[in-house]
């Protein structure tokens, strides 16, 4: 019964892994049975999992419970009452507190991806952009992803992925502050980065206000906003 447990926690592991590794790709991948969100789906199969080790030894005075930190990442139930859990369940809250541990959220796995998307788009460029002068076919490339930036700055449900110049951010907003270290960008929680991305910031209004320059993103199907 014991390995059966320890089994099961590990089978959570591989699972959370899978769904972690696929999501922060953009990948689409099917979500736990019965949830609704992220983290929700990882805090399911854990309650499970040291559920049935609450009953396995529900009968023993003290028990030690050794766990990843990779399943407390993704371990939230704050909005759960304390009679609702087991004592195993109460105690890793409890853990999570004493620790102040930082749980991750849908929030934080979204601005993750975001991370990994403009890192793996800027390392596509930064191969590319020798080849351009020399080699058709990665010039065409370029341009290609060159105008689909222009039309859509920003895009929800993004469906190319799988390419590396089209994985960046799937949101759809005028406006988000990043946190920038060179080529390296980050997105902090509630939008507390120093520096704004932006049309104003990038000098848009200014383009635009050129004679003709209005006329001439809009025939081109460019974005104005």
């Known amino acids: 019964m014991k390995d059966s447990g320890l089994v099961r926690i590990k089978l959570v592991i591989c699972h959370i892994k899978t769904y972690a590794r696929e999501r922060s790709r953009g990948r689409p991948i099917k979500q736990f049975r019965n949830t609704v969100s992220y983290v929700g789906a990882q805090t399911q199969c854990i309650l499970q999992a040291i559920g049935r080790l609450d009953r396995t030894f529900n009968k023993v005075a003290e028990v030690t419970v050794m766990i990843g930190d990779g399943v407390l990442d993704y371990y939230n139930v704050t909005s759960m009452a304390p009679y609702q859990l ?84 799937d949101m759809q907003a005028n406006a988000y502050y990043v946190q920038r270290n060179g080529e390296m960008f980050d997105f902090p929680e509630n939008n507390n980065g120093r520096e704004s991305i932006s049309a104003a910031a990038a000098g848009l209004p200014i383009l635009l206000a050129y004679p003709g320059m209005l006329a001439h993103f809009k025939q081109n199907q460019w974005a104005i906003e």
């Open 86 to 169: 087991g004592p195993i369940a109460q105690a890793l809250q409890d853990y999570q507190r004493q620790s102040h541990w930082r749980v991750v959220t849908s929030e934080v796995v979204k601005k993750e991806r975001w991370r990994n998307h403009t890192n793996q788009s800027q390392e596509f460029f930064n191969q590319v952009k020798h080849d351009l002068q020399v080699k058709a076919v990665v010039a065409r490339r370029y341009q290609k992803a060159r105008e689909f930036y222009l039309q859509h700055p920003t895009l929800m449900n993004n469906q190319r992925t799988d390419q590396p110049e089209f994985a960046y951010l």
